[in-house]
């Protein structure tokens, strides 16, 4: 009896479909040429299995492996070692095809006695489907197509995606990005995410709960939702465009740059916020509102209002052009104002280079990639039918704080000072 059998299946006469293949082996030890898959050609694992599966995704453009095919762990030498275990490890897999390329492979696992390792050697502009039930999953190098990845008990981990939508789903696991990934909508469900750099349209992530800390390197993202039932630490690194962050009990919120406008929530009476705020949309309105202490920072050279609400206000060296402080109770404070623009010295500016920072940083956020088309096209249209000048100034942006229990603190200082008190606070 042949190793591989293979058949063709009937078609439906009521429902027309592609013709399809199956074949199934141990271990899929299974080769199909490149040159036979369709761009974009779809994969789809389902690994529903009770033992751990760790499903290994290797992207490739070598000549030397121009052949899809799946590797297993190493097998032993002995024949019968070799015959118990292949016998409990049974992965079947089905490919649709049409115009002589094949668009869809379907693989899965109905049965598995033990743990083990899938390798999976495909090509690189891909759509990929990855449904696996204990276990992980780990693409290498990079992906470029739709993914859609869940796992019930594990770990995710990719090197480098890129897709218009992108969904990444552990119920009791992590995800870890180590390069990039870049989508039109990003979606991360986890119990904690570790991204070192995220861009995308639509972004959308759900922290799952346990006591993990997130962290994210950056994030230029038009508009990115972050929900946390959370209870650790998280920590970003710069933000351009718009974030808004609800939390119910987490342990601290540090941002360390903000271009755009930022909303940050927490329902918990002990979460911490630690921000700075490099430039602030015209019009916009920034809040910071927990239980903990806040400490923001601005950048000297934005003029902005200012509300205040806490158990203790500070704000050392920050300049007003006018300011009122009411306290309403021994221990609750309320500050409202505005902030001056203080401009920098002329031995140390930053605007004295070849490259001014301050236009530029105003430009960023004027740039496509933060403005939705129909905004610019409404935005276009109201300007050419109305008589006022598109040079008017824009609305005042505004920033709000309030910790019922903490102390909020407010200063402004420049990129330089920040990095400063950052190394020196690491120190």
């Not at 097998?75 to 490919?95: G, K, M, Q, V, W």
């Not at 039930?133 to 990845?149: A, Y």
């Not at 402080?325 to 401009?343: C, F, H, K, N």
Request: one cysteine or more; aromatic letters at 6%; a negative charge.
């Amino acid at each position: 009896m042949n190793r591989y059998r293979f058949w063709t299946t009937l078609h439906r006469q009521s429902r027309p479909q592609l013709p399809r293949k199956r074949w199934f082996s141990t271990y899929l030890a299974h080769e199909i040429p490149f040159g036979c898959i369709a761009h974009q050609c779809v994969f789809a694992f389902d690994i529903k299995t009770s033992q751990k599966a760790k499903v290994i995704i290797h992207p490739t453009l070598d000549n030397s492996a121009h052949k899809f095919h799946i590797k297993p762990i190493e097998l032993p030498s002995s024949d019968d070692e070799r015959a118990e275990i292949t016998n409990d490890i049974i992965y079947h897999a089905e490919t649709q095809e049409c115009d002589s390329l094949i668009q869809r492979i379907n693989i899965s696992c109905p049965t598995a006695t033990r743990s083990h390792e899938l390798n999976a050697y495909l090509p690189q502009n891909i759509d990929l489907i990855v449904s696996v039930l204990h276990g992980q999953v780990e693409i290498m190098n990079k992906v470029e197509g739709n993914i859609s990845i869940a796992v019930g008990d594990g770990d995710i981990r990719v090197h480098k995606i890129r897709g218009d939508n992108v969904q990444m789903k552990t119920n009791q696991g992590c995800i870890e990005v180590a390069k990039l990934v870049e989508g039109v909508d990003i979606q991360l469900v986890a119990s904690q995410v570790s991204c070192k750099r995220l861009l995308a349209e639509n972004c959308d992530v759900r922290l799952l709960k346990g006591n993990r800390s997130s962290d994210f390197g950056a994030v230029y993202a038009a508009a990115t939702r972050i929900y946390s039932l959370n209870t650790g630490m998280l920590s970003i690194g710069n933000v351009h465009g718009y974030m808004r962050i609800l939390g119910e009990s987490m342990e601290a919120v540090d941002i360390a740059s903000v271009n755009g406008v930022l909303e940050v929530e927490d329902t918990g009476g002990n979460c911490r916020a630690t921000i700075h705020l490099d430039s602030c949309s015209p019009g916009a309105t920034s809040s910071v509102i927990v239980g903990g202490d806040i400490q923001v920072s601005l950048d000297p050279t934005t003029p902005i209002d200012v509300e205040m609400h806490g158990a203790k206000i500070e704000t050392p060296k920050c300049r007003f052009t006018e300011h009122e402080i009411e306290q309403l109770d021994d221990d609750y404070a309320i500050l409202t104002g505005r902030l001056a623009s203080v401009s920098q010295p002329e031995d140390c500016s930053v605007t004295s280079g070849k490259i001014n920072v301050e236009s530029r940083r105003g430009s960023a956020l004027q740039t496509s990639f933060f403005s939705n088309r129909e905004e610019r096209q409404n935005s276009n249209e109201t300007i050419s039918n109305s008589d006022v000048s598109p040079l008017t100034a824009p609305s005042e942006s505004k920033l709000v704080l309030h910790s019922p229990y903490g102390t909020v603190c407010l200063q402004q200082f420049d990129w330089m000072k920040r990095i400063s008190n950052r190394l020196n606070c690491k120190v």
